[in-house]
């Protein structure tokens, strides 16, 4: 039997992951009305780490059910998931976008870094308090 509590956790974290998700797709959403395709990845590849970051720093300071890796791993993961199914399959019905290293390689190598620098400091600093 699945226990509750770890799956209420892995939830938790889920919605972390798309809150992360979903801000930066309005960032693209917003920024596709307003500006050019390359401002908006530009605009895109800054957001992502500030808002996987901050989303990151308040999941270790409230929950911390797991590592920085695998925070950033699951993040990492949940995020590619949603591009390839959500994303490439049902609205663009391409997968053009992964042939977009500003687009899709750096934002995801950011997802990582961000969440993995965010955890090891917010741990490091839990742990001299």
């Given amino acids: 039997m699945v226990d509750k509590i770890h799956v209420a956790k892995l939830v938790l974290l ?3 992951a798309f809150a992360g ?3 930066c797709a309005a960032i693209i959403g917003i920024g596709l009305q307003v500006t050019t395709v390359e401002n908006t990845l530009i605009a895109h590849a800054i957001g992502v780490p500030i808002i996987f970051a901050l989303l990151s720093f308040m999941y270790f ?7 920085p890796l695998q925070t ?3 993040f990492l993961v949940f ?3 949603m591009d390839f199914f959500v994303i ?7 997968f053009a976008m992964f ?5 899709t390689w750096i934002p995801f190598a950011l997802i990582f870094a961000s969440t993995f620098v ?7 600093v839990n742990a001299h308090s």
């Fill in 14 to 16: 889920l919605a972390h």
């Fill in 21 to 23: 998700w979903m801000l």
């Fill in 61 to 67: 300071k409230g929950f911390n059910y797991t590592t």
């Fill in 72 to 74: 950033a791993l699951v």
């Fill in 79 to 81: 995020a590619i998931l």
């Fill in 88 to 94: 490439a399959l049902l609205v663009q019905k391409s």
């Fill in 99 to 103: 042939a977009s290293v500003l687009g």
């Fill in 118 to 124: 965010t955890g090891l400091f917010t741990r490091r």
